[in-house]
């Protein structure tokens, strides 16, 4: 390897107008696909921040595609030295370390966690509309099919916003997508299909509660402990009374 960053970093000073290289990265991506059978892999070479070339070897065929401007004349004598040496020492090694990682996290790369949803809407000030939001959260693993419904058909992907997929602190994920919507009458709906579902999920629109709402709920909050610290007061002071009573008999 390092024999090939030296031979590879000098043809690449060819073609630079800088007397010095300042980084030479090879990139090698291998897959492991099911039965146990090896995928595709990819590998990328990039100098100073910039990728050069890029190889992608499968099913005992290679695809070679340069980045950069080497003539082809530079690069056929090293070509097939390459191939050989992905073959016969970037892939196993690649996929033996695949093996041994997916092994050794065998339990939680296996598991499963259903995701929590919630579809609300709030008013937009901005607009004068809504906008409705549907949240799915905490699953794994990552793949997830989150879509919005509008009287039973999906909404076009150019409508809505979001769709994100992000990592939670747990090691779970989330996915947000929102829709803004005017005052019609339409029945929104959001799904969700995931490994860890037996069956689509399916929600309805939740309303948002209302300030009216919220201000009746402060009000009787504030009656019920209004009552508690009534009752606490009247108590203490029928001891108090009490006590200076037995006190003066």
Do not use: W
Not at 52 to 74: A, M, R
């Amino acid at each position: 390897m390092y024999k090939s960053f030296l031979r590879r970093s000098a043809l690449l000073r060819q073609n630079s107008q800088n007397d010095s290289l300042e980084v030479y990265q090879t990139l090698v991506v291998c897959e492991l696909l099911d039965l146990n059978n090896n995928g595709q892999m990819i590998i990328k070479d990039a100098a100073r921040g910039s990728t050069t070339d890029e190889l992608c070897y499968f099913n005992n065929t290679f695809n070679y595609k340069v980045i950069i401007n080497i003539s082809q004349d530079k690069l056929k004598p090293h070509l097939e030295e390459f191939k050989l040496k992905y073959k016969e020492f970037y892939q196993p090694v690649c996929i033996n370390t695949l093996k041994k990682y997916l092994k050794k996290r065998q339990n939680e790369l296996n598991r499963k966690a259903a995701p929590k949803m919630r579809f609300i809407q709030k008013a937009n000030s901005d607009s004068g509309g809504s906008r409705v939001s549907c949240l799915a959260t905490g699953f794994y693993p990552r793949h997830i099919n989150l879509t919005l419904f509008r009287d039973g058909q999906p909404v076009s992907d150019h409508e809505i916003t979001g769709g994100d997929l992000l990592p939670n602190g747990d090691g779970t994920y989330q996915m947000r997508k929102s829709l803004e919507i005017s005052a019609d009458k339409h029945k929104y709906t959001c799904s969700a299909t995931h490994l860890s579902l037996d069956n689509k999920l399916i929600i309805e629109l939740e309303d948002e509660p209302s300030r009216l709402h919220i201000g009746v709920a402060v009000l009787i909050l504030v009656c019920v402990i209004s009552v508690i610290l009534a009752v606490v007061c009247t108590r203490r002071f029928s001891i108090i009374k009490c006590r200076v009573t037995q006190s003066v008999a």
